[in-house]
């Protein structure tokens, strides 16, 4: 595809001035853990760290994406609020959080704009 994109077209594309950060999450329980431990843990994840912060989460108990609830980005703060309410809980065996990506495009650069 061209590189010289209409202003629309790039808006459309969520790409160079409109592109969209976000961050994955990786999590681990600890051996034995039951079903519903995770369900809540998992559910107290989605309202409290989430969605309270105007975040929405893509995926499940192990993986996700987390992006903006709105078009945008998500911020350095909010992925640091996360990160210290993850850090809070003791139902997890470990967890990473990755730096901001492209929630579009996770292989492109982010943009220094």
């Keep these: 595809m061209a ?9 459309k594309l969520c790409v160079d001035e409109f592109q969209e950060l976000g961050f994955e999450l990786q999590m681990s329980y600890p051996e034995g853990t039951d079903d519903a431990t995770v369900e ?8 409290d760290a989430i969605e309270s912060k105007g975040m929405a989460l ?32 003791k ?3 470990s967890f990473e959080v990755s730096p901001l990506l492209d929630v579009w495009y996770p292989d492109n650069p982010i943009n220094q704009a």
């Design 3 to 11: 590189t010289n994109r209409s202003r629309r077209l790039r808006k």
């Design 40 to 47: 809540a843990f998992f559910a107290d994840l989605v309202v």
């Design 91 to 93: 139902e997890l065996s």
């Design 58 to 89: 893509i995926g499940g108990e192990e993986f996700a994406v987390v992006c903006s609830g709105k078009r945008g980005s998500v911020t350095e703060e909010q992925r640091a609020e996360v990160e210290a309410w993850l850090k809070q809980r």
